[in-house]
T-cell receptor, first 116, second 115 residues
């Protein structure tokens, strides 16, 4: 079975704090892809990152960083020096080649509130 | 380049009414998808299409039908709306590759309320 778990339903921080959003996935496929999407209050889904199962290098993009660990089946997302504009729901998603199409399996999402 | 667009943005239906949601993409993507988003459940795949003239069922297809008559458009239909179909509906599209899975790009969503 394929599954994505985001155990943190809601997180509240004060601006400039660092915050980590957890994502744990399950799959038997050896080839798979992991994604993070951001959904701001306006409602659209914004793609943040895509990572394949063969690349465990951590990635940094400005204040955002991602830590992929196959040993613990985790793909965690850290925001450094959070800002009010980071307030959103963040979704982690898993995609595999099973079934022959790009099926995205989403976690339930983590709502991040950044207060001034 | 508009990306993925959805029409309408909001709609209120009465139980039993029918409607069609339109999704259009201008990125020449082969794959298109319809998802629904419900509180605490993330997004769930309703139907998808791997090319013009083809459709297939996703995770939660009951009560919905789809059509892909043109490559750039993907329609989602509700023949007899039920309150359980109150949700936010997202369309997405992506490239196709035999060796990898590609990023899905999402439309802005349609908020549907069924009374």
């Amino acid at each position: 079975a394929q599954k994505v778990t985001q155990a943190q339903t809601e997180i509240s921080v004060v601006e400039k704090e660092d915050v980590t959003l957890d994502c744990v996935y399950e799959t038997r496929d050896t080839t798979y892809y992991l994604f993070w999407y951001k959904q701001p209050p306006s409602g659209e889904l914004v793609f943040l990152i895509r990572r394949n199962s063969f690349d465990e290098q951590n990635e940094i993009s400005g204040r955002y960083s991602w830590n992929f660990q196959k040993s613990t089946s985790s793909f965690n997302f850290t925001i450094t020096a959070s800002q009010v504009v980071d307030s959103a729901v963040y979704f982690c998603a898993l995609s595999t080649l099973s079934g022959g199409y790009n099926k995205l399996i989403f976690g339930a999402g983590t709502r991040l509130a950044v207060h001034p | 380049n508009a990306g993925v667009t959805q029409t309408p943005k909001f709609r209120v239906l009465k139980t039993g009414q029918s409607m069609t949601l339109l999704c259009a993409q201008d990125m020449n993507h082969e794959y298109m998808y319809w998802y629904r988003q419900d509180p605490g459940m993330g997004l769930r795949l309703i139907h998808y299409s791997v090319g013009e003239g083809t459709t297939a069922k996703g995770e939660v297809p009951d009560g919905y039908n789809v059509s892909r008559l043109k490559k750039q458009n993907f329609l989602l239909g509700l023949e007899s709306a039920a309150p359980s179909q109150t949700s936010v509906y997202f369309c997405a599209s992506s490239w196709v590759s035999r060796t990898s899975t590609d990023t899905q790009y999402f439309g802005p969503g349609t908020r549907l309320t069924v009374l």
